[in-house]
């Protein structure tokens, strides 16, 4: 299984960027997929999850301003839409998908992280 990203850049506060994650290889299931960041000399932190049954959590501090969605004909796609971005979302993002592979075992899967920078 392989996570690939893509999506990051430069922009100025109050920006958009769009981030994208394709997940590929042997998938039986996807029980969530979603999306992390780690800034520099912080941990890493949750910033949107999408549960297989239907439900997309997002970290307060990116309410009303990033949306997760999914491709609709490539249920294996999932983007990351960020408005109105500040300096403090500036981050490694890291896609990820837990999922059960076909031999029934479930892993946690990470992409290889895509840089956002958001000047001021």
């Known amino acids: 299984v392989q996570l690939q990203a893509s999506g990051g850049g430069l922009v100025q506060a109050g920006g958009s960027l769009r981030l994208s994650c394709a997940v590929s290889?042997?998938?039986?299931?996807?029980?969530?997929m979603g999306w992390y960041r780690q800034a520099p000399g912080k941990q890493r932190e949750l910033v949107a999850v999408?549960?297989?049954?239907?439900?997309?959590?997002y970290a307060d501090s990116v309410k009303g301003r990033f949306t997760f969605s999914r491709d609709n004909d490539k249920n294996t796609v999932y983007h990351l839409q960020m408005n109105s971005l500040k300096p403090e979302d500036t981050a490694v993002y890291y896609c990820?998908?837990?999922?059960?592979?076909?031999?029934?075992?479930?892993?946690?899967?990470w992409g290889q992280g895509t840089l956002v920078t958001v000047s001021s």
């Open positions: 290889g042997s998938i039986f299931s996807i029980n969530a």
């Open positions: 999408f549960t297989s049954g239907g439900v997309t959590s």
């Open positions: 990820y998908s837990r999922l059960a592979d076909y031999g029934l075992v479930t892993s946690t899967y």
